[in-house]
């Protein structure tokens, strides 16, 4: 089954507009992380964001934004003022904490295309 | 740049070959995940390893198989390959193997199997 569903394929904005992924997660840990990474055209797979179960308080950090909500199991991210440089596929990811087997790999989410154009 | 180094960048070869793909992890991390990006699997788990011990296990398939040397270096192997194979393989390092923390992931090896 699916442990993390991202709903939204592509997403496509004019630059300065915002852009909120979402991820929804299904898990029966209580523990468990949840991550954003982003991959651009070049490939390489770049950690962005990394949140606990137990910490739902939502933050900031400069253009990038995340809503963490246990009660809907969503993990939502946010670019702020988008650039051309934001154009990426955005992968969010679980990693649960439920047996040793599971414990450390990412489980990934389908991805989220970004489309900023000039 | 992660810091985790993958070789060879990119390879191509043919149906039934064996491959070696080669993985430095960062400085420092004890632990290193692989994993496969295909088109219609997604990005998957395929192995962990920490400080040289086989830690966790995903989806990986009887014809692969990987190790993690004293060095903390690790290889995947992969044999009789067949077409389906064909995906970019992603290494990640993180500093102690938990979930807590974060995996920096190398520029990957693109596999082209003909």
């Known amino acids: 089954a699916q442990k993390v569903t991202q709903a939204q394929t592509e997403i496509s904005v004019v630059e300065k507009e915002d852009v909120t992924l979402d991820c929804v997660y299904e898990?029966?840990?209580?523990?468990?992380?949840l991550f954003w990474y982003k991959q651009p055209p070049s490939g390489e797979l770049v950690f962005l964001i990394r949140r606990n179960s137990f910490d739902e308080q939502n933050e900031i950090s400069g253009r990038y934004s995340w809503n963490f909500q246990k009660s809907t199991s969503s993990f939502n991210f946010t670019i702020t003022a988008s650039q051309v440089v934001d154009s990426a596929v955005y992968f969010c990811a679980l990693s649960e904490a439920r047996t040793t087997d599971s414990w450390g790999k990412l489980q990934f989410g389908a991805g989220t295309q970004v489309v900023v154009t000039p | 740049d992660s810091g985790v180094t993958q070789t060879p960048k990119h390879l191509i070869t043919a149906t039934g070959q064996r491959v070696t793909l080669r993985c430095s992890p960062r400085?420092?991390?004890?632990?290193v995940y692989w994993y496969q990006q295909s088109l219609d699997q997604g990005l998957q788990f395929l192995i962990q390893y920490y400080n040289g011990e086989e830690r966790a296990k995903g989806n990986i398939l009887e014809r692969f198989s990987a190790q993690q040397f004293p060095d903390l270096h690790s290889e995947l192997n992969l044999s009789s390959l067949e077409l389906g194979d064909s995906a970019l393989y992603f290494c990640a390092s993180s500093v102690d193997g938990s979930g807590y923390n974060e995996q920096f992931f190398g520029p990957g090896t693109r596999l082209t199997v003909l």
């Open positions: 400085s420092g991390d004890l632990s």
């Open positions: 898990t029966r840990d209580t523990t468990y992380y």
